[in-house]
């Protein structure tokens, strides 16, 4: 790793926190929030915004302090701000501790306690099961899916100071809807978590096969399990045709990671599909809730 800079520019502490992965946590969040339709408590809303925005951007600066040694050595993560020499590691440290701990803070005094359990789960999750489990299991991918899925329980408990029905699905959706999302990522970057020993399936799989069936069964279950809104009548028939045909596109990609020839550029497509997959469902659920409920 190459010596830090005295002179970190607020850019690079930016990306420390990874804003474009740190913004899928907080809608998440908030589609959970505002599925489970609670009356408008601005200060309460606002609240849980920032302090997730506080806790995902936490956890990003600390998984980074945390794996600056394995990210160094990884074509795709050597220009992360730690490993290029942008930010000192200590200073990586305070800030990612700092604002975990002004998220929990925020989110127990200014919206309840339940909120606060699933936001330091999320923290804790992230950062003392799944980041240590990428260096020595094969499981480390579902692992960070089950960390990955808790922003919506963040959410509906906010809401609700509980979790209902429909919020356990949410976090049914998220977990399962990440699996053949990052198997896609994790086909494509194979040869870099191979170069620092991370034992993922794709490493372990060296023609893919293995890799391409687990999606196919995670998004076989996905598309099973984004139907229950509306079989048990938590949403109406418009939220089951949106779900219905954006798993079965979502199905098809994951089909066509199958075959053994063009899968690179499958996974790639798989992956695009997986980014459009989520949004699209996800918020016809909240529309048709606030729509219709």
């Keep these: 790793m190459t010596a830090s800079s005295p002179n970190a520019a607020f850019g690079d502490y930016l990306e420390l926190t990874k804003p474009r992965l740190s913004l899928l946590s907080v809608l998440t969040t908030l589609i959970g929030y505002v599925a489970a339709r609670p009356p408008w408590v601005a200060g309460e809303f606002f609240a849980l915004l920032i302090g997730t925005s506080l806790a995902a951007g ?4 600390l998984n980074q302090w945390l794996e600056a040694d394995t990210d160094a050595r990884m074509q795709r993560t050597a220009q992360r701000p730690i490993p290029a020499g942008k930010v000192p590691t200590g200073s990586a440290f305070v800030l990612g501790g700092l604002l975990c701990s002004a998220a929990l803070g925020l989110i127990f005094v200014k919206v309840n306690g339940m909120a606060a359990i699933f936001t330091l789960a999320t923290i804790f999750s992230y950062l003392a099961w799944y980041t240590p489990a990428k260096r020595n299991s094969r499981w480390s991918t579902e692992i960070g899916a ?5 922003p919506p329980l963040i959410g509906w408990s906010a809401a609700e100071a509980g979790v209902s029905t429909l919020g356990w699905i949410l976090f049914g959706i998220l977990v399962l ?3 053949p999302h990052f198997m896609a990522i994790v086909w494509t970057y194979r040869h870099d978590y191979a170069a620092v020993d991370f034992p993922m399936l794709s490493v372990r799989d060296e023609t893919g096969g293995w890799v391409a069936g687990w999606s196919l069964v995670n998004t076989t279950a996905l598309l099973g399990i984004s139907a229950l809104p509306w079989s048990l009548g938590l949403t109406t028939a418009l939220y089951g045709i949106v779900a219905a045909a954006t798993g079965l596109w979502f199905l098809w990609r994951a089909i066509a990671f199958l075959r053994a020839e063009g899968r690179d550029r499958n996974a790639r497509k798989l992956f695009i599909a997986s980014i459009l997959y989520l949004p699209v469902t996800l918020m016809a659920l909240v529309a048709d809730r606030v729509l219709f409920f």
């Design 58 to 61: 936490g956890v990003a600066a």
């Design 146 to 150: 089950l960390a990955g899925a808790f």
């Design 177 to 179: 809807w990440q699996i």
